[in-house]
């Protein structure tokens, strides 16, 4: 029947006793803030871009590493677990912490689900980016719907060793051998290494790991910052880490990293390589650089949070001003300048002052958002918005009509401008 159909991104589900999409959870996909101009979390994707990019080109200056961020969070159950060697108990399954569409298809919980696909399509260095998927509270720090960064670096033994031939990534008795070198068992989990690699290889993978990440914290926190490494573990990579900074007298972990577990670069057809990869979650990196004091900040159509992020120079260091809570009225102006008055004559910010004269502190923001001139009779014409909010108090629309037809007399009166 119709009611047991789930309809997404043009595709049908069947519904089953595992499905538990909201429609309130269903209104996110699509979204893609991550992608957003001037959206902080769009500027931290950026960030961490450009790093690799720069971190990893070859002699002609071409970035080593593609970008995967338009991948639909729909995915299979194989690619978010099994792929991954998760095992079919293991508690980031459970019902109560996944959104499933049926027993088969689900939102990702992590990136991480593309991995195995783009390796087996051949990629060795790549970044993935996008909405991922989790049940959890609502709180300052957590949301449903939260974004990540994946990566994988896959190195082959004469790249690696380009410099030592007499060297070998996988260890002699594993040559060869399928079932050995498909890592340890579940039960003993060394943290050095997995059986089938040499000590030199991981050493060697895991300091190149390492130092980028490193380099990429540092470049976005700067060179001060305190880091750590701790022992952590992850199905899909061994040995793993994860990466904690020391911010507000705490260590806060931002990222889980590790080298891949053998098995899943053989499932790939990936021969006689090593790799790393890791995952963050671009939220808690922009919550402490920009300091963005609570999640559903991100989720915000409220310009007095988007206007105040500009990425046209990621560089610029700027800390977040909480907005007020009273709610906004936008009013628009428009009008035809005078004939005589060229448009270059006619400055934004005298504007802008303008209105800061007459409206103080209620007008937020005053954009810009056309300009155009008449074909026929050339004359120019302006539109601007003004965003009006009290800090303290919800503002009636009769006081912020009042202001704004005095706006646009002092406008008339100072140049002689027609109101449209
Ligand atoms: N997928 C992991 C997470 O969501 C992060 C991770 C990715 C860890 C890749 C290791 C390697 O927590």
């Given amino acids: 029947t119709v009611q047991n159909v789930i309809n997404l991104n043009n595709n049908k589900y069947e519904s089953d006793d595992y499905s538990n999409l909201t429609p309130k959870i269903m209104s996110y996909l699509g979204r893609n803030i991550y992608l957003q101009k ?14 690799f990019y720069q971190e990893y080109s070859n002699p002609k200056g071409t970035p080593l590493f593609s970008v995967y961020d338009r991948l639909s969070p729909v ?50 260095n790549f970044l993935i980016v996008g909405d991922v998927y989790r049940r959890d ?38 040559v060869n051998n399928d079932i050995a070198a498909i890592g340890s068992s579940d039960k003993c989990i060394d943290q050095v290494k997995q059986p089938c690699h040499t000590v030199e290889a991981v050493k060697l993978i895991e300091h190149e790991m390492k130092n ?25 990579t061994q040995p793993s880490w994860e990466l904690e900074i020391f911010h507000k007298g705490k260590w806060v972990e931002i990222l889980g990293a590790g080298v891949m577990r053998n098995q899943i670069l053989k499932r790939a057809g990936v021969d006689n390589s090593i790799g790393y990869a890791f995952g963050l979650g671009l939220e808690r990196l ?5 300091e963005i004091p609570d999640i559903r900040l991100f989720w915000s159509k409220d310009s007095g949070f988007l206007n105040q992020f500009d990425e046209s120079d990621l560089k610029k260091i700027f800390k977040y001003k909480p907005v007020s809570q009273y709610p906004q009225c936008a009013n628009d102006i428009s009008f035809w300048l005078p004939t005589e008055l060229p448009i270059e004559a006619f400055s934004p910010n ?29 004359r120019n014409s302006l539109c601007f918005r003004i965003v009006y909010r009290h800090m303290e108090r919800t503002l009636t629309q009769k006081e912020v009509n009042e202001i704004h037809s005095n706006i646009g007399k002092s406008i008339v009166d100072k140049y002689g401008v027609t109101i449209r």
């Avoid at 293991?90 to 027993?103: F, Q, T, V």
């Avoid at 980028?212 to 899909?236: C, N, S, Y």
């Avoid at 800061?356 to 026929?376: C, M, S, W």
């Fill in 38 to 51: 001037n959206h902080p979390l769009s500027m931290m994707r950026q960030k961490i871009i450009k790093y």
């Fill in 75 to 124: 995915v299979s159950t194989k690619q978010n677990f099994d792929y991954l060697l998760i095992p079919p108990n293991h508690p980031s399954r459970a019902k109560s912490d996944c959104y499933y569409i049926n027993r088969e298809y689900m939102l990702r919980g992590h990136c991480t689900a593309h991995q195995l696909d783009l390796l087996r399509s051949g990629l060795d």
């Fill in 137 to 174: 509270e609502i709180d300052s720090t957590h949301f449903p719907v939260f974004h990540q960064v994946d990566a994988v670096r896959v190195v082959h033994n004469d790249k690696l060793f380009k410099n030592n031939p007499d060297l070998e990534i996988f260890e002699k008795e594993f």
């Fill in 212 to 236: 980028v990440l490193e380099g990429m914290v540092k470049a976005i926190f700067g060179k001060t910052l305190k880091h750590r490494w701790v022992d952590a573990f992850f199905p899909f």
């Fill in 286 to 290: 922009a919550m402490i650089l920009y």
């Fill in 350 to 378: 005298d504007f802008y002052d303008l209105v800061r004269n007459i409206a103080g502190d209620i007008a937020e923001q005053v954009t810009l958002y056309d300009k155009f001139t008449h074909p026929k009779t050339g």
